[in-house]
């Protein structure tokens, strides 16, 4: 009596392969060899040959719009001024009711020290990007970026203190709130940027010598029904 042999389970995906593809994928933002080592890891992995084209014009597609979106300084600008003009807002509100409230605690004092930084950092941000939005400076630079995270940092974190001071369960539905909400607009704000970046496809031209139905339908001259005669 024959023995079955034991069934082999089909191979689980390797954890190296995962980390390889997130690697090649943020290297290939800037660098076209990482792009192809990308593309022979996924022919690797099972991807039939005759999809191969197909997924390379993505992927192509995919990393020339990353790289034109990190160069869109004018969208980069104009998130900034609704972000961090709106947190400076915000917490200029705040500050009204954090002084009356007498004896801070400690809570609060994280509150006071974060408003403290927040507002030079965020006249800082703002007077770079209207000033180049005046003299159409598109460039974004260190400076600028640096003032502009710490702004929206610093008052994050003055409105979580705030939100603490009442109720420790309050801050923390704030903090995971702000943090759901701020990786959703980041992602959302991405792929409009790919999509506004992402290369478009050449309508199909006409071809050169076809005849327009005008000149079929049109009358021939004098001279033209002559030679037509001759012949």
């Given at each position: 009596m024959q023995q079955r042999e034991p069934e082999q389970k089909p191979p689980k995906p390797k954890l190296s392969v995962i980390r390889n593809i997130l690697r090649l994928t943020w290297r290939g933002r800037s660098h076209d060899e990482a792009v192809e080592q990308l593309l022979k890891l996924v022919k690797n992995v099972g991807v039939p040959e005759e999809h191969m084209p197909s997924v390379r014009e993505l992927l192509k597609g995919f990393f020339t719009a990353w790289r034109e979106a990190r160069r869109d300084d004018e969208?980069?600008?104009?998130i900034d001024r609704y972000l961090v003009g709106g947190i400076g807002a915000i917490d200029l509100i705040l500050l009204t009711v954090v002084i009356p409230m007498g004896t801070p605690d400690l809570s609060l004092i994280v509150a006071l020290l974060a408003l403290i930084i927040l507002f030079p950092l965020a006249a800082g941000s703002l007077f770079f990007s209207f000033l180049k939005q005046g003299y159409g400076i598109k460039t974004y630079g260190r400076i600028h970026s640096n003032l502009s995270g710490l702004s929206l940092l610093t008052g994050t974190i003055a409105l979580i203190a705030l939100f603490w001071h009442i109720s420790l369960l309050y801050g923390i539905v704030f903090l995971l709130l702000a943090v759901g909400v701020y990786i959703l607009c980041f992602f959302y704000a991405t792929i409009i940027l790919l999509r506004k970046h992402f290369p478009?496809?050449?309508?199909?031209?006409a071809p050169a010598t076809e005849v327009s139905s005008s000149a079929?339908?049109?009358?021939?001259?004098?001279?033209a029904a002559a030679n037509k005669g001759d012949h």
């Open positions: 969208a980069f600008h104009r478009q496809k050449p309508e199909n031209q079929l339908t049109e009358p021939l001259s004098g001279d």
